[in-house]
């Protein structure tokens, strides 16, 4: 089964602090894994997957295969960096669907 | 179009009707999706399509929900007899479908349910 865990519900930083959301999951195969985010009054948006090994808006991931963790991370937090984040697996094989989180609620403090 | 519209925006029922939400995805993406984002509980799969097709209707929480789609484009998904624990946020959400390992979704701005 899939499965996507992420224990921190609300997490809070000041500006210019590190940040990491901790996704972990568990699955049997080799995962997708993505980070998808929604700000206030906007749609959720894809944020970054593991594959494109990108740095989008300062934030990064890395897949830990021996862990199963792809946790977010961001070396100075910005206040628009507020918002609800959702980690999310899929199966290469079979499965198209996305499995989620339960989200992270991040809010920067000034 | 240009993105996944959803309508409505909002619908307030009453216990015991049935309610029809709607799904425009974008144009040319075969692969469409329905979540429902409820406080606390995180986004949860409810059904998927390829075109027409839902190989995956597994998440689908009780014979009451039903969704269908149409000449490959729009879907409806459809609950009875509402109750006030269907109240949530409906998400539609379409890709390109396929085997191909980046494509992540396109989400519509939900429809937010509520049953009184």
């Known amino acids: 089964a899939q499965r996507v865990t992420q224990p921190e519900k609300l997490l809070s930083v000041f500006k210019g602090a590190p940040v990491e959301l901790k996704c972990n999951y568990s699955y049997s195969g080799s995962p997708e894994l993505f980070w998808y985010v929604q700000y206030s009054r906007q749609r959720l948006q894809l944020l970054l997957r593991?594959?494109s090994r990108e740095s989008i808006k300062g934030f990064t991931a890395d897949l830990n295969k021996g862990e199963t963790s792809f946790h977010l991370k961001k070396p100075f937090a910005q206040e628009e960096d507020s918002a609800m984040y959702y980690c999310?697996?899929?199966?290469?094989?079979?499965?198209?669907?996305?499995?989620f989180g339960q989200g992270t609620r991040l809010t920067i403090n000034p | 179009g240009a993105g996944v519209s959803q309508s409505p925006s909002n619908k307030v029922t009453e216990k015991g009707k049935d309610v029809e939400l709607r799904c425009d995805p974008i144009s040319g993406h075969t692969a469409l999706y329905w979540y429902r984002q409820s406080l606390g509980q995180g986004l949860e799969f409810l059904i998927y399509f390829q075109g027409n097709s839902a190989p995956d209707k597994s998440g689908l929480p009780s014979d009451r929900f039903s969704a269908e789609r149409t000449g490959g484009s729009v879907s409806t998904l459809t609950i009875q007899r509402t109750q006030q624990e269907d109240s949530a946020v409906y998400l539609c959400a379409s890709s390109q479908g396929g085997q191909r390992p980046n494509y992540g979704y396109t989400f519509g701005s939900g429809t937010r349910l509520t049953v009184v």
């Open positions: 593991h594959i």
């Open positions: 999310a697996l899929r199966g290469l094989r079979g499965a198209q669907k996305l499995v």
